[in-house]
């Protein structure tokens, strides 16, 4: 199965680098469930992400592979970061967070994301709008 397609890229202000270039957006009930199940690894490459939004916190039932997670507040404020989640594992449930970045394994290390980052999600302007459209900027 192949990735989403992408809508936007996710950005990492406080650190000065991309988080994502290839970022698809999770934002309806079938979406956020179905995540990235049925994925390869492979298809998951450095520059993939997942936006989840609305999201408090995720799961890797039914995975091959390890994802790194970081948890959004409504100002895009990182506020947890699970690294290196493995398969069959579930993330903590934060209620502080509004969205969650799903991101491939050891990106958050090696960008140093950290909690109190300030993160910018940008969208195409040819993408279909997100329900929560206040989270994100167009390009």
């Given at each position: 199965?192949?990735?989403?397609?992408?809508?936007?890229?996710?950005?990492?202000?406080?650190?000065?680098?991309?988080?994502?270039?290839?970022?698809?957006?999770?934002?309806?009930?079938?979406?956020?469930?179905?995540?990235?199940?049925?994925?390869?690894?492979?298809?998951?490459?450095?520059?993939?992400?997942?936006?989840?939004?609305?999201?408090?916190?995720?799961?890797?039932?039914?995975?091959?592979?390890?994802?790194?997670?970081?948890?959004?507040?409504?100002?895009?404020?990182?506020?947890?970061?699970?690294?290196?989640?493995?398969?069959?594992?579930?993330?903590?449930?934060?209620?502080?967070?509004?969205?969650?970045?799903?991101?491939?394994?050891?990106?958050?290390?090696?960008t140093e994301t950290a909690v109190g980052d300030?993160?910018?999600?940008?969208?195409?302007?040819?993408?279909?709008?997100?329900?929560?459209?206040?989270?994100?900027?167009?390009?």
């Open positions: 199965m192949a990735f989403p397609t992408p809508r936007g890229q996710a950005f990492n202000r406080t650190r000065q680098t991309p988080l994502a270039t290839a970022l698809a957006v999770a934002d309806t009930h079938w979406s956020r469930m179905r995540g990235l199940l049925g994925l390869h690894e492979n298809d998951f490459r450095n520059g993939c992400g997942l936006w989840i939004i609305p999201c408090r916190g995720v799961h890797t039932l039914g995975m091959g592979f390890p994802i790194d997670v970081v948890y959004l507040d409504q100002t895009q404020t990182v506020v947890h970061v699970e690294p290196e989640l493995r398969p069959w594992r579930f993330a903590p449930v934060t209620t502080r967070a509004a969205s969650v970045l799903e991101l491939p394994c050891r990106t958050a290390a090696e300030k993160i910018e999600i940008t969208l195409s302007p040819d993408s279909p709008g997100v329900r929560s459209e206040h989270f994100a900027r167009r390009l």
